[in-house]
């Protein structure tokens, strides 16, 4: 691929003031799409475009909470008015409440719920159709390991996120016959500030890390990478996939 394989593309990055949004958003900005960003936190999303901006990319912000049906709306049409029709989309946007199950109030567990998986289904609603037509798109979910296996206290989280792989194959059965491509990426342990917990508990760092087989936990810019390729045009012929990105955990 070149650098400019996404050369003209409008791609919409959800939870993209961070973590593992901003990194995706900064190498789709690098093959040369233009990125709508979008998140809740001002200032962090500020710092990301600056970013994307300062290497030369084309970056603009957008305050929503995608969970919520009339911001969604919102974002379609600024969207559309500040950038075009969105070509790419990317569902990143994502908590976790760690407890056990039964320990859940229903607030928290309607809270993951809907920011991990009813935002997917209200942004696909909102900008596949801005896709159809036109030859090419690609939705890609950003799901986890934990889609595959769990772990203690990780009910809401794991639930919205298999949930997530189960839209992603039948959006992509319902899309192919317009070329638009849905899959998701599912991400092992990776450094990013939802783990922060995780990383500065030296005992639960090591334990976890004595479990993945390649001996480290990833890095948000591997996680970009394979996003890039997937929405190029070197990728149109996988769609209703999970790619693991999880140093080997889900294989043992």
Not at 85 to 112: C, F, H, S
Not at 245 to 251: F, P
Request: with cysteine; net charge neutral.
């Amino acid at each position: 691929m070149t650098d400019h394989e996404l050369s003209g593309r409008v791609a919409v990055v959800t939870g993209a003031s961070r973590g593992l949004g901003k990194a995706i958003a900064i190498a789709l900005a690098r093959a040369g799409a233009k990125i709508a960003l979008v998140a809740r936190d001002t200032e962090k999303l500020n710092q990301a475009a600056a970013e994307i901006r300062d290497a030369g990319g084309e970056a603009k912000t957008f305050i929503a909470n995608v969970a919520r049906e009339e911001d969604v709306r919102r974002l379609e049409d600024e969207v559309a008015a500040s950038l075009g029709k969105a070509q790419i989309l990317v569902n990143n946007a994502g908590i976790n409440i760690r407890k056990p199950m039964t320990d859940y109030t229903l607030e928290e567990w309607n809270r993951v719920i809907e920011t991990n998986l009813t935002s997917v289904f209200l942004m696909c609603r909102s900008f596949v159709p801005h896709m159809k037509g036109g030859g090419y798109g690609r939705v890609l979910n950003i799901a986890s390991m934990m889609s595959w296996v769990s772990l203690p206290g990780r009910g809401a989280y794991t639930a919205s996120k298999g949930g997530m792989l189960a839209v992603t194959r039948t959006l992509a059965l319902e899309l192919a016959p317009e070329a638009i491509t849905v899959n998701c990426i599912s991400p092992g342990l990776i450094g990013t500030e939802m783990n922060v917990a995780l990383l500065q508990n030296p005992e639960i760092y090591r334990s976890l890390t004595s479990r993945i087989p390649v001996g480290r936990w990833g890095k948000p810019e591997e996680i970009g990478q394979v996003a890039v390729y997937l929405c190029s045009g070197y990728a149109g012929f996988i769609t209703g996939t999970d790619i693991l990105i999880d140093g080997g955990w889900c294989a043992q």
